[in-house]
C-alpha cells in the first residue's frame, strides 16, 4: 500500500469513527440516564438533548457535533492535498453520526456535524447562515426548520462567493443525507399537528410536535 493509499484510508476510516461518537447518547446518559434515541423524537441529536437533557448538554453536543465534521474536513485537508478526498471525509464523518457502530448504527439526522463540514469548507456561511436561522426562528419557533433552511445557502455561497462548481455538487449532494434521514420524521409531525401550518409555525420554542 503506498503512502497515498494509506493516508485515504486513515482519513475515511477516521472520519467514520470521529463521527460515529454519540455525544448525545453520552450525554444523557450521564446527565439524566436517558436513552436520548428513547425520549422526544427519538433522534440523536442536540435538538433532541435540548428539549429532553438541557440547554447546557444541547450546547455541548452542538460544539461536539458540529466539531466533528470540522475536525474531519481539517484531517483529511492536513493529510491529503485532494477535494476529493476531503469531500469524502465530510461524507463519512455525517454518515458516522448517522450510523454508528458503537449503537447498532442508530444514530441521528447528520444536521449538525453537516454544519461543521460547511463552515469548514466555506466560513461565509456562518454570518449569512446564522443571519437566517435567526430570522426565521423569530418567525416560526421552530429551530429545526430554521437551521435546515439555513443550510440551503451553502450551495449558493459555494457558487456566488467561491465559484467552485464542485463546492456546489458536493453541497447539493449532502444536504441529501439529512433531508432522506428527516421524511419519517416530518411525516411524523404532520400526522400529529393536523395541518402544515401547525407544523411549520410554532407557539414557541418549547413547543414540538
Partial sequence: ?????????????????????PSPYIVGRLRKGIDIRQVGSRNMGAMNTFYNVGIAPGFLVLAADVGKGAAAMAIAQWLSDSNLVMFFAGATVVLGHNFPVWLKFKGGKGGAPLVGVFIYLMPWGIPIGLSIFFVLLYFTRFPT??????LLCFPFIAWLIHHNGDYVIFSLLMLLIPFVRYIPRIREMRAKGGSWSRVIKRRDLKDRL
Avoid at 503506498?2 to 469513527?17: C, H, M, P, S, V
Avoid at 426548520?145 to 439555513?150: E, G, K, N, P, T
Fill in 1 to 21: 500500500m503506498t503512502n497515498e493509499a494509506l493516508a485515504i484510508a486513515i482519513i475515511i476510516i477516521g472520519a467514520y469513527l470521529l463521527g460515529s461518537i
Fill in 145 to 150: 426548520l430554521s437551521y435546515s433552511i439555513a
